[in-house]
């Protein structure tokens, strides 16, 4: 979670909760995993501040994956 507010070149592997050498398929599993543990469609029943913290981290999520897409180029 603390990766999630630091901008590091490993921040995104931190968020997305994979070690560097992972493969580009175990990227996107990941964040699949991460986009279904955090979608906020599946929260709607919570609370507003489990609510709001897990959109937030969907963000972080979304934009992790997005750099690496960009780092990996796939």
């Known amino acids: 979670i603390k990766a999630m507010f630091f901008n590091n070149p490993d921040s995104a592997y931190k968020i997305l909760e994979i070690e ?3 493969t580009d398929s175990e990227v996107k599993k990941a964040y699949r995993t991460m986009v279904k543990k955090y979608h906020p469609d599946k929260l709607q029943h919570m609370d507003d ?3 709001n913290g897990a959109e937030e981290k969907f963000r972080k ?3 992790a994956y997005e ?3 960009k ?3 796939f």
């Open 20 to 22: 560097k050498s992972a």
């Open 61 to 63: 999520v979304q934009e």
């Open 49 to 51: 501040v489990y609510r």
């Open 71 to 73: 780092e990996r180029n």
């Open 67 to 69: 750099q690496l897409q």
